[in-house]
């Protein structure tokens, strides 16, 4: 029976879910939004900022604070400079073909899968939370940290609004996003871009990882949900919207949260997934997104 203290709880830890949610589908937007590649090692990226999070936690002597903001500040560096050689290595040799890329990113996600696997290995690992108190309601207590992950995400969020809208690095991208070619014949480096840009969502998806490895624990194979998930949110949405992308991020991870909750995980998926379905029948360019 759903009651109001259990529908809080419920909407709380589907909140925290549709945080991390946004900041993952968010830099898979941009990716298509901007270079128009569908990067199916998004995931993988993902997992790769949970693990070098463990690794960085492991290596920083100290507060549990201090190793959790060093992998914080660390983690997603270090994927986003990956992610910036995967693209110059290989998406550019390709020269962004659609079709290409998406087996190119195909094979990076099965390399870093088991790259991670060999030097992580198969067991999931926890990070300790930088800190640990409790908000107490009066029908349950909530953890403290996971309202930090709710406002850290947010806050990042703004960040990428501003830099997209109200920056000059913004406005050439949405000017690539336009017209790559007319973008090179303006002077702008498209190649550099398209680097950064790649740089940028793997980066996002680290920075989400890295928050939510104090709750789930760091696993090589930790990356197959976000990636689904994300999917699902950018494609309801719509294919390079933002502002589509984080609507979607919210009522997908609500919903999420209060179904799992309630009734089953596996439940959620199977009605996230219909809901796509539903999308791609009567609106193929996503709730938010453009006719092309």
Do not use: C
């Not at 830099?163 to 000059?168: F, H, K, Q, T, Y």
């Amino acid at each position: 029976m759903i009651s109001g203290p259990f529908l809080l709880l419920a909407l709380m830890e589907g909140t925290v879910m549709a945080a991390v949610l946004a900041l993952t589908a968010v830099g898979l937007s941009l990716v298509f939004g901007v270079m128009r590649v569908v990067n199916v090692a998004h995931g993988e990226f993902f997992m790769l900022g949970a693990v070098l999070a463990w690794f960085v936690a492991q290596a920083v002597p100290g507060p549990a604070w201090v190793a959790f903001l060093a992998a914080l500040v660390l983690a997603p560096l270090i994927v986003a400079a990956m992610a910036a050689l995967a693209d110059w290595a290989v998406l550019k040799r390709l020269g962004y073909e659609p079709e290409a890329t998406i087996v190119a990113t195909i094979g990076l996600s099965y390399i870093l899968q088991q790259a991670a696997l060999s030097f992580f290995g198969p067991d999931a690992r926890p990070i300790e939370a930088p800190f640990v108190w409790r908000i107490q309601f009066p029908w349950f207590g909530y953890s403290g940290y996971k309202i930090v992950v709710v406002v850290a995400a947010v806050a990042v969020l703004v960040a990428v609004w501003v830099l997209m809208n109200r920056s000059r690095a913004g406005l050439v991208m949405r000017a690539t996003q336009i017209d790559r070619d007319t973008a090179r014949a303006f002077g702008i480096n498209v190649d550099r871009v398209y680097a950064m840009v790649f740089a940028l969502g793997a980066g996002l998806a680290a920075l989400a990882a890295v928050l939510l490895v104090p709750i789930q624990q760091a696993h090589y194979l930790m990356g197959h949900d976000p990636l689904l998930l994300s999917f699902i949110v950018v494609i309801i949405g719509g294919l390079g919207s933002i502002r589509g992308t984080l609507i979607a991020a919210l009522v997908i991870g609500l919903s999420d949260g209060v179904i799992s909750f309630f009734w089953s995980p596996t439940l959620a998926k199977i009605l996230a997934t219909l809901f796509v379905a539903l999308v791609l029948v009567f609106r193929p360019q996503g709730l938010f997104g453009e006719r092309t």
